[in-house]
Structures are given as C-alpha cells and as structure tokens.
C-alpha cells in the first residue's frame, strides 16, 4: 500500500477516525497494531508472517539477554537473534546475488555452471524492520536499554505502519516510552503533521515522478546520448530524484506518526549542503547512518584506537552499506567508494588546511565553503552513476564522460535532451531554487505550522493544487521500496 495511492489515502482516514473515536490506550494500541499488521498484508501477502517471525524473535532474545546471568549466556542468546534475522534477510535478499556471483567467478575459470536463479519475491521493507527490531536486541545486550513486558507494544514498535516499510529506522529506546500514554490527536500536532504529509507527497509526486520520467529513459541506455552534459543533467537528475522520493516518504512517515502524537527523530538534513563526505553522512539516512555507527563501526573499534583498525573499520562500515542497500556489485563498490571518500577525507585534512591558508582562501570563508559544498556534491552525485547504473559497460562509459567533461557540440547534446524531457527538467531547476531557499529559511514547514489557521490552509490548498495539476497519472512506487 502506497502512501502516494487512494487506498492509502482510506486507510490512513479510518485509522485517524477510530483513534479519534476510541479513547482507551489498550483498544487503540491493538488497533493500530491490527492496522500496520493489514498496511503490510497489503503489499506483501502471506510474507507478513516475517514480520511475525522477527517481532517474536527478538522479543524473547531480548528478555533472555537481559535476564541472563552470564556474558557466555547474553552472547548466545544475541547470537540467535543476529543469525534468525540476518538469515532470513541474507535468504530473501542475497540468494540469487550469491548465485549470479558464484556462476560468474565461475566463468573466469572456464567453468559454467549455469546454477538457476531461486525463484524468491523479495519482502517489501525488509532491510528496514531487520535492522530496526535487530536494534532492539543489540541495546539489551549493551545496557542500553531494558526489555519491555509486552509482546503487543514491541509488536506495535516493530510494524507501527507510517515508517515500516521505508524508514526512517527507530530506536525502542524513542518509540516504546510513547507507548506507555493514550493517543491525543491534537490540533497542534495534526496541523504540524498534516504540513509535512503535503509536503513529503508533492517531493515525492510532484518533483521525484517527473523526474523520473526523464531519469528511467536516459539510464535505460545513457550510451545513446553524445558527450558529457547528458551525463551530468541525467546524475544531477537522479541525485534530486531519489532524494525528493526518499526525503518525502521520510516526510510522510514522521507526519503521520505526529499527527498521532509520536515524534520521530529528523532522516534528511539538507544534506547537498554539505562541507565534506563525512559531514554529508550524518545529514542523508540519518537513521541508517547511526545505526551503522553505534551498531557496527563503534562495536568495531571497542578494542583500542589504532590507525589501521579506524580505516578498515571505516571500509567494513561503508562496504556493508552499499549491500544494505542493494544486492549488487554495483551498490557494494558505491558504498565502499564513499568509505574510500571519507579516508581520503581524514588524511587529507591538515594538507588541505594548509593550502586553504596558503592560497588565502581561508580569509574568504563563504568562498571557501561554496568550493567544499560543491566538491562534496560533485563527489556524491558521481557516486550514484555506479549506484544507479547495473551495466559495467554503461558505468565505465558514464563516469568516463563525468570526469573528462566533452563539451565539444554542445548544442547538439542538449539538442538530444530538449525538447522531449522539458517538464522533467523544469522540475530539476525548480527543486534547485525552492532547495537552496528553504536551506536559507530553514524550518519552513513548522513555521507554516505554527501560523493561524487561514495561513494553514493556504498551504494545504496549495499544496493540493500542486498534486493535482503537476502528479503523473499513474502511481509510481517509492524507489527505496526494493531495499
């Protein structure tokens, strides 16, 4: 069930309706439980029972560690839970990759296997409540947090619908304590969370589809267009496309929890703003991002502070994120591309302190951070060449054009682009306008929140407006869907 799609927009009306109706916690707790259990029965069909596995999983493992008297017992007990969910993720994501893999090593020996590929559907949003209710269990066994007595309130944590399926990924240490009090659907918190519906679904609908009207020909064979600008316009296009299409479910998602009355923690942060690689990863994913580091990277370092344990546990950090994010080659040399960044990045910092000194760009702050923002972006919006593209063929070609910009015949390459993907790149300009005002206003949305009710609806109406005149006709899925 699609949060840009008209049984959604049902759904997400009789909820509201029912908790507005019904005032005891326990009967809306289990309705709602009812209701995230159904949003996902709905997308996914019987794997549902997933869902159930990984929520009934790290409940007890949860309890065990946190009752356990022993480390050898804890270490057990959080083995299980890592194994049952890592298994079941590894199962439905990994499978074929290891088969395409394997019959491709394969071949580079002289052998052809021809292993068949398993005919496996891969759940909607697995990767996403994996890692949240492995979280769970993981803070148990680090005392970061204790077990809670209730299956139905770590059941409702694990499925609560708004960020089940595509984040953003929330702690049990921010989301269980809101379950403890009734469920107030109060003026402030509706029209705080109805400001950011509107505005997730227009990122997503008006700018994010549009876009990628333009985005899915021209990586279907980037080959087809001459020189370098194609290139750049298709990378920039896409960068604002999974952007907007991503930030706006995060936008939605955090909505809808608010106008109930949750409050989950910021996912985007204007993150093309961004002064270096580093920096770059603690405003995109957010959520993702510090699930990384407090699960893997610190956990990785509790040995003692070394040079070499810090770039390779920076390597093993970034290498796992690319295959969190897609089952491909392509998506494991992104993730450790930007890992490659971020060292390079942190050797590189004193040098180019002193050369900011020596060429006086250090006395023109402003300057200084435009050149850095730009770099940082430049770096990024690369990176997601390979990530986009799955063709060695198409990458190699593409980010050859990148780098050693062709602009000879010019004309002629922007003549293959316009005038057939004109709305979609009006729209890519239009994101670059209203991106860098909001950057300069920052809090736009609560703002509108926070004015009267006449200043509200003119918001809402406008975006609605929006909606209506400038969406596509046909429902597009979000792209982080299939993570």
Known sequence: MLFNSVPFLYFAVVVLLFLLIVKTRKYQYLFLLFASYFFYYFSSGPLVVLLLFSSLLDFFCGKAIHDSKSDKNRKWYLAVSLIGNLGVLAFFKYTNFAI??????????????????????????????????????????????????????????VSFFPQLVAGPIIRASDLLPQLDKPITITQENFKHGMALVMWGLVKKMVIADNIAAFVNVFFADPTAYPGSIPIIVGAIAFTIQVYCDFSGYSDVAIGLARIMGFHFPLNFDKPFFSKTIAEFWKR????????????????????????????????????????????????????????????????????????????????????????????????????LLIFRLYDPSYILYAVKKFIFVDFSGWSAQLGSLLPQFQVPLFFVIVFMIIHTLTYFKRGFVSSVAQKGYFEWTIYLTGMCLLLYFFSPTQTVQFFYFQF
């Open 284 to 383: 995109w994913h957010i959520s993702l991002s510090t699930w990384f580091r407090d699960y893997l990277f610190m956990p990785l370092m509790r040995k003692g502070f070394t040079k070499t344990r810090l770039y390779i546990s920076v390597l093993i950090v970034y290498f796992t994120s690319g295959l969190w994010h897609g089952a491909g080659w392509n998506f494991v040399i992104w993730g450790t591309l930007h890992g490659v960044f971020l060292l390079i990045g942190m050797a590189t910092r004193d040098w180019r302190q002193r050369l900011a000194v020596k060429t006086k760009l250090s006395s023109f702050p402003r300057f200084h951070n435009l050149i850095k923002t730009l770099f940082t972006l430049y770096l990024f919006v690369l990176s």
């Open 100 to 157: 395409k893999t394997t019959n491709m090593v394969a071949s580079w020996f002289g052998n052809d296997p021809h292993l068949p590929l398993a005919h496996i559907i891969l759940p909607i949003g697995i990767s996403f409540f994996t890692f949240q209710t492995m979280s769970y269990t993981l803070d148990i066994y680090f005392r970061k947090l204790k077990p809670t007595d209730s299956f139905l309130r770590f059941a409702l944590y």
